[in-house]
């Protein structure tokens, strides 16, 4: 599987900023998928996650409320709607998959930047 997202991009606190990912090769094989991100000096940590059907969505409680997170199967896209975004929301975000034979795949990850 391999994953490439896109609309990253510089916002000011309190703009919004969709991203997506798309899939692409063995794409039957996708079970949950998330959205992921790094701020400088940080350890990656989880943002969201969904469920292979669209169900099962849980939130990092930074940012319950304010992002989420949705797939479309058809075209094999993840999205994450980021709404009331904060500086401390600055990160890579990247996405994440777990396909049917508990294999990893990650993106190369886009820049979110947010201004005060």
């Known amino acids: 599987v391999q994953l490439v997202e896109s609309g990253g991009g510089l916002v000011q606190a309190g703009g919004s900023l969709r991203l997506s990912c798309v899939a692409s090769?063995?794409?039957?094989?996708?079970?949950?998928m998330d959205w992921y991100r790094q701020a400088p000096g940080k350890q990656r940590e989880l943002v969201a996650t969904?469920?292979?059907?669209?169900?099962?969505?849980n939130y990092a409680d930074a940012v319950k409320g304010r992002f989420t997170i949705s797939r479309d199967n058809a075209k094999n896209t993840m999205y994450l709607q980021m709404n009331r975004v904060k500086p401390e929301d600055t990160a890579v975000y990247y996405c994440?998959?777990?396909?049917?034979?508990?294999?990893?795949?990650w993106g190369q990850g886009t820049q979110v930047t947010v201004s005060s």
């Open positions: 969904i469920g292979s059907g669209g169900g099962r969505i």
């Open positions: 994440h998959v777990l396909d049917n034979y508990r294999f990893n795949f």
């Open positions: 090769g063995s794409t039957f094989s996708i079970n949950t």
